[in-house]
């Protein structure tokens, strides 16, 4: 869990606005605002292709591992 600060808002904009997001993707686009602001550099997650665009992070598939 990771805290919810007054930064996630201009993140998540910046990357809703820079990758042209929108519908249901915006909720993985703040999942990444929440990393950004938290310092978390990679995820771990199965929907690999959901987070393909984001380089701010690194994505990995849990059957990789």
Do not use: C
């Amino acid at each position: 869990m990771l805290p919810e600060g007054p930064g996630i808002f201009s993140a998540w904009h910046s990357l809703v606005v820079h990758y042209g997001i929108s519908g249901k993707q915006v909720h993985d686009a703040r999942i990444v605002a929440a990393m950004i602001t938290n310092n978390v550099p990679r995820l771990l997650t199965f929907d690999t292709g959901d987070f393909a665009r984001y380089t701010e992070i690194q994505v990995i598939d849990p059957q990789t591992v």
